[in-house]
């Protein structure tokens, strides 16, 4: 069952210069029990359009989608008092900085048990009760005692856990988590990813991860979406892009991982990413590509058919081949 | 072996942190005892965790700070021991690259000026000179001569490591410290400043100090590796032998928890239980065998000594001295 569907989401934010098309035309759709990772680089739009799905980001950004549904509802068009019913309780969000993102006034319990009065209604003891066990669920040693601590009195890792036990507190059935493991160490990564990964599995929750790292991605999901300059530039199950991305910009990402890289120079991908002032007219990527012609360069390209992975590309590769000859300039 | 460049022996560091009003100053111990030898145009990485004591080495091995124990060799000279003026011209010798491009470039001060300031603090060159030194140095780090007069909010976070690499080479230093320079990068940019550190190495003959967490860039540039846990060096020896075969339990649980870009490949993965110790408190005998997989009654009363083991450095008393990583019991229950 689709959990979550979304259809040419676009999110532009009004700046000084001019509106900037923060995320172009985003497909995704989201099982339960599903786990769908989002890769790109900073500034690929990858956070900012699942803040969209959550109706978390400021008034200068203007949202517009074809279909935004949860769980069978029309996300876009309800009331916000009716979104934020469904927020915080069927879909929950597990932000990027542990540190930052708790509340440095409140004790853990408090922040823990605002949800569950707020969607749930428990009353004191109850919540007390469901607190204790969530930080029981998601490893958290002596969770009575843990309830009374301020984040601060807790390391990164436990921060991280607590973040995951707000996150579940009302049992959501879609769980979107924003770089969980960034700011972590390697050994509590994988504490952390083990757990996500068990919550998932067991409870049937659908999971998008949003995430720079390829290590991440290939280690936990089921289907890979790669974001780039905010728009979604391919998308296949895991197993299939890592062994052949269809579009050039997977490609090179995956080229210029040193681990899969053999000679002493890995090969890198020159120049950055287009900001707001020099965004090229056609294909977004085709300053960077080396398969890049004259076409990619003036003409806006193609999706292509789910058998080269909805890449958006005039000559998806095959192999590392392109495809289609391109047209003569 | 040649002459190392850089010789450590024994380095520790510690630091009295106050506990509030009433309680005794308590001891950490940051580093506790490193020691090594680093080559004309190698790679040392440094590899461990938050709190694992490896900034503060590279605090110590800048001269940053003075070691608050054992002895720092720079050319077959120890530091503690030159004068005054000897050490001003090391400092020049070992410079830094820091980790966060945005945070340690000054926003009010012009890129050529910030590449021009170790010149003017160390050099009697004239301003002419500097200038052209620093135009240099731009152009082999991969910026455009217009970029001298710019400031840094003006440049993305790839360019900005690139000036900072500038600024650390700008003096012809024999070793640079990195302290994480990629970690802050994206794959695309961290693909172009690895490559431009390692033309910068083959063209320029200095030999890194490469502090890192990232075991995938260490592989790829080091020629030796140190894993370092709560102070200690606990693995130490060639690139090789340690990423084919690790011998300590902990090297051998970082590799593994390490997440490899590659959905086939099958991985005993060893995740390891709880957290590093707390550095005031640290437990006796290993500084892991709280968490060690392999920990034996002999692991909690005495410290294991660094010693020589299948072709590197280790210090574990369950690591055998034969080909082919430790064997951890863990992974035989799992199967």
Known sequence: MTLLSIRNLTVSFATSRGPFRAVDGVDLDVAAGELVAIVGESGSGKSVAMLAVMGLLPWTATVTADRLMFDGK???AMTPRERRRIIGRDLAMIFQEPMSSLNPCFTVGFQIGEALKTHLGLGRAARRDRAIALLNEVGIPEPERRLRAFPHQLSGGMSQRVMIAMALACRPKLIIADEPTTALDVTIQAQILDLLVRLQRENGVGLVLITHDMGVVAETSQRVCVHYAGQQVEMQPTEGLFRDPHH???AALLAALPERASGRLLPSIPGVVPGLADRPKGCLFSPRCRFATERCRTVPPPRAGAELGLALCHTPLVQGVPQRAPAAA | MTQPVLEAVNLAQSYEVSRGFLSAPATVKAVAGISFRLAPRSTLAVVGESGSGKSTLARMLTMIEAPG???????????AEADAATRRRYRGEVQMVFQNPYGSLNPRQTIGAAIEE?????????????RARALDMMARVGLRPEHHGRYPHMFSGGQRQRIAIARALVLKPKILVLDEPVSALDVSVRAQVLNLLVELQEGLGVAYVFVSHDLGVVRHMADEVMVMYLGRAVEHGPRDAIFSAAK???TRALMSATPMADPGAKKDRIVLEGELPSPFNPPTGCPFNPRCPLVMARCRSEMPPLETKAGRL???WAAQDTPGPTPMRREAAAA
């Open chain 2, 69 to 79: 124990a054992g002895s720092l060799f720079l050319n077959g000279v120890d530091v």
């Open chain 2, 248 to 250: 300590h339990p902990y």
């Open chain 2, 314 to 316: 280790v210090a574990c």
């Open chain 1, 74 to 76: 029309d996300l876009a």
């Open chain 1, 248 to 250: 050039p910009y997977t």
């Open chain 2, 118 to 130: 170790p010149l003017l603090v160390n050099t009697p060159l004239p301003a002419a000179e500097r």
